[in-house]
C-alpha cells in the first residue's frame, strides 16, 4: 500500500499532536508489515518518538480516512459516469472531511428506486415545481392548472407532484442538511420513557421511566442504557428538537424557509411554507433524528469500548503473585469444588473434586484431603474463583487453614470471569486432552493468580468480562481494540521463549498462531532455547519475523546475557560498546546503576541508533529484564459478610476493584455483588476519569453507603467526608446490578418494536452492515 497522501498526513499529525513527517514514516512502517509494539520500541528514531498510543490512534484513522478517500473516488467516478461532474462539485466532493458530508452530496446523485417525485418528472411537473420557486406572486393553484393532462388529472394532484419535487431537493440539499444537523447537535434532547404495562418486568430501567437530557451532553453510559431499554421493549427512546421552543414556526422550520427564501406574503409564500413544515414533521426530522441516534450510539461505543480496553490493560498488567506451587478452587455446591494443584511453572500436578456442601456435606473429608495436598506439594497459595459459593469455600479454607502449622499457604480470591470460557476451549483440550472440563477451570484459576497475563491471553478477551455494555457495541471494534491491548500487554512485559504458552507466544509483536506453534513444536522436539539466534532455525520463522519478536522474547540463564533483556539483537553493538566502555564483563555490569549512569549517551550514538535507542539500551542494562507490572497483593474480606443482606449502612470493608467505568468503579466486597463507588465517591476532590484514582486489580478500602437488596445494588464510597453525594447522576452503569464478572447472554432485538414509526426506523438504522 502506499504511503499516505500529505493531507492525510497532516490531518493525522494534528489529531496525535505530531508533525506530518512522523506520521508519514509511521505509516510506511506499518504499511511494510512492522507491529505497534515494534515501531514504538525499536524505531523511535524513525517516527520521532511515538508512542503506542499514538501510533494506535494513527492506524485507526488511517483506515478511516483512507476508507474516506476510496469512497470519494468512487462518488467521484458514479457522477462523472451520470456526466453531472461539474468542477464546482468536483472541488466540494474534495473538501469535505467526514463520510457524512461526503454521502449528503451524493443524496441528489446517488442510483434510488423511483420515488414520487420522479414520477412526476415523468408526468412533466418539474416545470411547475420550479416555477414556483421562482415566482411566489402567483398562486400555485393557478399555474397548476397549465400543467393538466391524461396522467395529471386535477390540480390536487399538480400540487401534490410540485409538493414530492420540491421535499425531494430539500432532502437532498448538502448544504441545508449540515446546517439543520449542527443545529440538531446543540438542540436536541434525548428522551426516554416508560412503555405502558412495562414498569414492573423493566424495574432495572426505572431511572429512565421519564428522562430527558441533552443530546450532546448525554454520556455513553446512559445512551447505551436507554437503547438496552429499547431493545428489551421497556423504554421508548427518541430524539425531541426545540422541545423548549414555543413559537409555532420551529427553529428548523425557519432554516429551511430561510435556505428558499420562503418568508414573504405573496401567494406562493404561504404554499411553500405548508410543504417546509410537511417535509419537516414527514422526511426530514425523522431521517436527521436517526443520523443523530447512530452517531450517539456510535459515541457511546467508542467510550464503552475505551473504557473496557483500559480495564483490560490493568488486568492484564496486574501483579503477578509468581512461580509459586498454587492449588486452584473452583468453588460448586451442588457438583463440588473442583481442585487443581499446579507447580511454580503452572505444569499440572493433581487434580480431585470435594463435597463440602448439601448433598454430602463432608466438610471434614474436604478439609482433611485439602490439607493433604498442601503438605504432599508445598502449597504457598490457594486461588478461590469468585463464582457461587465462593464465600462458603473461603470460609472452610480458612477453618481448614487455621489447623495448619506455618508457614500457611496464602488464599486469595480470583476471578473466575472466563474460566469456562477457556475450560471449553480448543487451547484447553488440546494442553489437557484427559481432564475433565470441569477441572480446566481450576487450572485457569491457580494459573491466572500465578501470572494473570499468561493465563489470560488464552481467553478470547470480550469473555474475560470487565466492561460495561460489551455485547450491546460493535463487535468487529471491540476485538480489534482489545486485540490491540493484549499485544501491547504481552509485548510490554516481554515472554520467556522456553517457557510460554503457544497462545501467549502468538501475541508477540511479528507472531501468529502458526509461528507460535511451530516455536514450541522446535522446543519440544530440541530443546530448550540457548540463544534468540536459534529462533532462525524455527520452520517458517523468516528474518523478517526474527526482526519484529526478538526483542520482546527473552531466554534466561541463555549464552547471551543480552537475550535476558530487551535490548535488540540488531543493537547488540551498541551494548557491547557500552559494556567496553566500562571495562567489564556484561554480567557484572547488568544492574550496576552508579556506573551506567556515569557514562554519557552521546558518546555510543552512530549512523544507525539514535540518542532514543541508547538510552533505552541504558536503561535496560541498569534493570535487566524489568518486570512493568506491580507488586502482589491481596484484599482481605470480613468475617460474617458473605451476603448482600450480611451489609450494613456504615461498614468499612475492603475489596478488590474489579471494573472501571466512565461513572465510576465496582468493587468486589465478597458478597456475590459488586459494589459501585460512584466518580463523585472516589475522592474528597472532584474527579473526572475514575481511572485518575483507581485501576482494575487495585486493592481499596470502602464504606458502605446504600443497600438495596431488592435491586441487588451497593452503593459505596472512598471519601473520608462522610461520602456526601453532589448532583448524582442516574445509576445506569449496569441495569439490575451486573457486574459484569462473566458475559450476559446477548439479547434479542424485539421484533415489533414499541414505539411506532421511529422506533422500526430506528431498529432499521441500528443494524451493522
Request: charged content about 30%; aromatic content about 4%.
Amino acid at each position: 500500500m502506499a504511503s499516505p497522501a500529505k493531507p492525510i498526513a497532516a490531518i493525522i499529525a494534528s489529531e496525535i499532536k505530531a508533525t506530518p513527517s512522523q506520521v508519514v514514516a509511521a505509516v510506511e512502517l506499518l504499511d511494510e508489515g512492522a507491529t505497534v509494539p515494534f515501531i514504538a520500541r525499536y524505531r523511535k528514531e524513525v517516527t520521532g518518538g511515538l508512542d503506542d498510543t499514538q501510533l494506535r490512534m494513527l492506524s485507526e484513522r488511517l483506515t478511516y480516512l483512507r476508507e474516506l478517500e476510496a469512497r470519494r473516488a468512487s462518488i467521484l467516478e458514479s457522477i462523472r459516469g451520470q456526466d453531472k461532474l461539474t468542477a464546482e462539485l468536483e472541488a466540494k466532493i474534495a473538501a469535505v472531511e467526514t463520510k457524512a458530508e461526503l454521502e449528503d452530496i451524493y443524496l441528489p446523485y446517488k442510483p434510488k428506486r423511483r420515488t414520487k417525485a420522479e414520477i412526476a418528472r415523468e408526468r412533466g411537473l418539474g416545470p411547475l415545481a420550479e416555477a414556483i420557486l421562482a415566482d411566489r406572486s402567483i398562486a400555485p393553484a393557478d399555474r397548476a392548472a397549465a400543467f393538466l393532462t391524461a396522467e395529471v388529472a386535477d390540480v390536487k394532484t399538480a400540487l401534490d407532484g410540485a409538493r414530492d419535487i420540491i421535499a425531494e431537493g430539500m432532502t437532498e440539499n448538502a448544504d441545508l442538511l449540515g446546517r439543520l444537523r449542527n443545529h440538531m447537535k446543540g438542540a436536541a434532547f434525548l428522551r426516554a420513557k416508560v412503555v405502558d404495562g412495562k414498569q414492573e418486568a423493566g424495574a432495572k430501567f426505572s431511572d429512565y421511566f421519564d428522562h430527558s437530557e441533552r443530546w450532546a451532553t448525554t454520556p455513553g453510559h446512559r445512551a447505551l442504557a436507554m437503547l438496552r431499554g429499547w431493545n428489551e421493549e421497556v423504554l421508548s427512546v427518541d430524539i425531541v428538537v426545540d422541545q423548549d421552543d414555543t413559537s409555532p414556526v420551529k427553529p428548523v422550520e425557519r432554516m429551511i424557509a430561510a435556505a428558499y427564501n420562503v418568508g414573504g406574503h405573496l401567494p406562493g409564500d404561504k404554499w411553500l411554507a405548508e410543504i417546509i413544515g410537511w417535509t419537516w414533521r414527514v422526511k426530514l426530522s425523522m431521517s436527521l433524528s436517526l443520523d443523530l441516534m447512530r452517531e450517539l450510539r456510535e459515541r457511546a461505543e467508542e467510550e464503552a469500548i475505551h473504557v473496557f480496553a483500559r480495564n483490560l490493560k490493568d488486568l492484564l498488567l496486574a501483579a503477578p503473585a509468581g512461580s509459586r506451587a498454587t492449588m486452584g478452587l473452583d468453588p460448586g455446591i451442588r457438583t463440588g469444588v473442583k481442585v487443581a494443584i499446579v507447580d511454580g511453572t503452572g505444569k499440572l500436578l493433581e487434580t480431585t473434586t470435594v463435597y463440602p456442601f448439601p448433598p454430602k456435606n463432608d466438610v471434614r473429608g474436604t478439609q482433611a484431603e485439602l490439607a493433604s495436598l498442601i503438605r504432599k506439594h508445598k502449597v504457598e497459595l490457594i486461588a478461590i474463583g469468585n463464582g457461587t459459593g465462593s464465600r462458603e469455600t473461603e470460609k472452610l479454607v480458612t477453618d481448614m487453614l487455621s489447623q495448619l502449622p506455618a508457614p500457611k499457604p496464602t488464599k486469595v480470591i480470583v476471578s473466575e470471569a472466563g474460566a469456562s470460557v477457556y475450560s471449553a476451549s480448543e487451547t484447553a483440550a488440546l494442553e489437557f486432552p484427559g481432564l475433565d472440563v470441569s477441572l480446566r477451570g481450576a487450572v485457569s484459576i491457580a494459573r491466572r493468580l500465578q501470572d494473570p497475563l499468561a493465563e489470560l491471553v488464552k481467553i478470547e478477551p470480550k469473555s474475560i468480562g470487565v466492561g460495561q455494555y460489551q455485547h450491546d457495541v460493535d463487535q468487529s471494534k471491540l476485538s480489534r481494540s482489545l486485540d490491540a491491548v493484549v499485544e501491547d500487554a504481552v509485548n510490554a512485559v516481554g515472554v520467556d521463549v522456553n517457557t510460554a504458552s503457544a497462545p501467549l507466544l502468538a501475541r508477540v509483536s511479528g507472531l501468529g498462531k502458526s509461528s507460535a506453534e511451530a516455536i514450541v513444536a522446535h522446543r519440544d522436539a530440541t530443546g530448550p532455547f540457548a540463544s534468540r539466534k536459534e529462533l532462525l532455525n524455527v520452520p517458517r520463522l523468516g528474518a523478517r519475523t526474527f526482526e519484529q519478536c526478538a526483542g520482546f522474547l527473552r531466554i534466561p540463564n541463555g549464552k547471551e546475557p543480552l537475550d535476558a533483556s530487551s535490548v535488540h539483537p540488531e543493537a547488540y553493538g551498541v551494548a557491547k560498546k557500552i559494556v567496553a566502555a566500562c571495562g567489564r564483563d556484561v554480567r557484572a555490569l547488568m544492574g550496576d546503576s552508579v556506573a551506567l549512569k556515569s557514562l554519557d549517551p552521546k558518546v555510543f550514538v552512530d549512523e544507525r541508533f539514535g540518542l532514543p535507542t541508547v538510552k533505552d539500551i541504558l536503561a535496560e542494562l541498569e534493570k535487566p529484564g524489568r518486570d512493568p507490572r506491580p507488586s502482589f497483593k491481596t484484599a482481605t474480606f470480613a468475617d460474617g459478610i458473605d451476603d448482600i443482606k450480611d451489609l450494613k449502612v456504615g461498614m468499612q470493608l475492603e475489596g478488590t476493584v474489579t471494573n472501571v467505568a466512565a461513572f465510576g468503579a465496582f468493587v468486589d466486597i465478597g458478597v456475590h455483588q459488586d459494589g459501585l463507588v460512584h466518580v463523585s465517591q472516589l475522592a474528597d476532590r472532584f474527579v473526572k476519569d475514575p481511572h485518575e484514582v483507581v485501576k482494575a486489580g487495585d486493592v481499596v478500602t470502602v464504606r458502605v453507603t446504600e443497600v438495596d437488596v431488592p435491586r441487588k445494588r451497593i452503593g459505596l464510597t472512598m471519601r473520608k467526608d462522610g461520602g456526601a453525594e453532589t448532583g448524582r447522576e442516574p445509576r445506569s452503569g449496569a441495569p439490575g446490578g451486573n457486574n459484569n464478572r462473566g458475559p450476559a447472554p446477548r439479547q434479542q432485538k424485539p421484533k415489533q418494536p414499541a414505539q411506532g414509526a421511529f422506533g422500526a426506523a430506528l431498529m432499521e438504522a441500528m443494524k451493522r452492515k
